[in-house]
């Protein structure tokens, strides 16, 4: 993730990585498909995608955490994020509340283990269906998650942009600047207004999450999250138009990705695709 300002020197490999899986209780199938951008760093995009029993129940946990500035906090986040989560006493009775403090923590402890994870920082959003029947979604920064019902797109996101939040960051005592390059940071820094981490720009940030549901019903068709280098060059329903006519998530996760490519997107892009029905 380019987000903060920096020369990032083309790489002239890419590395992928796809996989699928499905649900134990009903047709809901998953894949994904992460491309290494051009950046000259390792891969700072990870995910999670896999169903598990908890509690009796079935979750479906879908995850892209778009780092920056390193990988340690994408990947501590990989390993916490759900699991703090699901150890809120109340997750099934006030799922939205669970998700709000599960956030903080995490970054609360992120931020404790600053010298070991280091100054880096964390995009995220997460899904959490379940048993194939309520889903619950929250984001922090501009990795996104769009849901397709009778083929449109609809988006489940909020995209934490610096001149949307510009007050807020003022009022803190930072300041959004568009200097150096052309695109809006914090601080001339960071690209996102929210984001796990990134202590040295924290008091000037958020890491409060917007939290969304939805009841998955038979017209609901799919769900795609992903990082913000399938975004920069692609519409939400451009994005639903593609994934929709591939029945394979797995293959409609690559699909999206290469098209970015094509695009010359040059971040890295992760891609995750949950088909609810055959």
């Not at 006030?94 to 931020?111: G, H, K, W």
């Not at 998650?145 to 007050?167: C, F, K, Y």
Request: net charge negative.
């Amino acid at each position: 993730m380019d987000r903060l300002c920096c020369f990032k020197p083309a790489s002239a490999t890419q590395v992928s990585n796809s996989g699928n899986g499905k649900s134990h209780m009903g047709p809901v199938k998953y894949g994904f498909s992460l491309v290494k951008g051009k950046a000259n760093h390792p891969m700072e995009d990870y995910h999670v995608a896999k169903f598990v029993q908890f509690r009796g129940q079935e979750l479906g946990l879908f995850a892209i955490y778009d780092g920056h500035l390193g990988d340690t906090v994408p990947t501590y986040l990989q390993r916490h994020l759900f699991s703090n989560i699901l150890k809120e006493d109340d997750f099934w009775t006030d799922p939205n509340s669970c998700i709000v403090r599960a956030y903080e923590t995490t970054d609360q402890a992120i931020l404790s283990h600053s010298p070991d994870l280091g100054r880096g920082g964390s995009t995220a959003v997460t899904a959490i269906l379940i048993n194939n029947q309520k889903l619950w979604i929250a984001n922090v920064g501009d990795s996104r998650a769009v849901l397709s019902r009778r083929g449109v797109a609809i988006q489940m996101t909020v995209d934490h942009e610096p001149n949307t939040e510009r007050g807020i960051i003022e009022n803190k005592g930072g300041f959004v600047s568009n200097m150096p390059g052309d695109v809006a940071r914090v601080n001339g820094q960071l690209a996102v207004a929210r984001a796990f981490g990134d202590k040295n720009l924290k008091s000037h940030l958020r890491s409060d999450p917007d939290v969304q549901h939805d009841d998955i019903d038979p017209e609901t068709e799919l769900l795609i999250l992903a990082s913000d280098g399938l975004w920069k060059v692609m519409a939400n329903q451009e994005a639903v138009d593609i994934a929709i006519r591939i029945k394979d998530p797995q293959k409609a996760a690559k699909q999206l990705a290469a098209e970015a490519l094509d695009r010359e997107s040059k971040d890295d892009i992760s891609c995750i695709v949950v088909r609810f029905k055959g």
